[in-house]
């Protein structure tokens, strides 16, 4: 079965970074696209960043110019490096499929990995 594992996540200052990694199994990893998913109080969970089998890279704009998504398929991991953070990117963070031609997210998701941006 689908298993995704969230790790990295931290409390850190205002102008801080981290990098989150996750490690999937249980689905062909290389043929699907990834993305990470941010989760706050009173909201709905939203993409902030996909990259599709091929490598092709998208975000918001919320996070454009200071997160990056990578993969490597031999190891099954999906990062996302996070610079020049903010208080408004505290949350949980998941990763999950996106912009994938085989579906929309799987069903069952991580535990997710908390990013808490503060002084």
């Known amino acids: 079965q689908v298993q995704l594992v969230e790790s990295g996540g931290d409390l850190v200052q205002p102008g801080g970074s981290l990098r989150l990694s996750c490690a999937a199994s249980?689905?062909?990893?290389?043929?699907?696209?990834m993305g990470w998913y941010r989760q706050t109080p009173g909201k709905q969970r939203e993409l902030v960043a996909d990259i599709t089998s091929g490598g092709s890279t998208n975000y918001a704009d919320s996070v454009q110019g200071r997160f990056t998504i990578s993969r490597d398929n031999a190891k099954n991991t999906v990062y996302l490096e996070m610079n020049s953070l903010k208080p408004e990117d505290t949350g949980v963070y998941y990763c999950?499929?996106?912009?994938?031609?085989?579906?929309?997210?799987?069903?069952?998701w991580g535990q997710g990995t908390q990013v808490t941006v503060s002084s």
């Open positions: 999950n499929r996106a912009r994938s031609a085989y579906g929309g997210p799987f069903v069952s």
């Open positions: 249980g689905f062909i990893f290389s043929m699907n696209g």
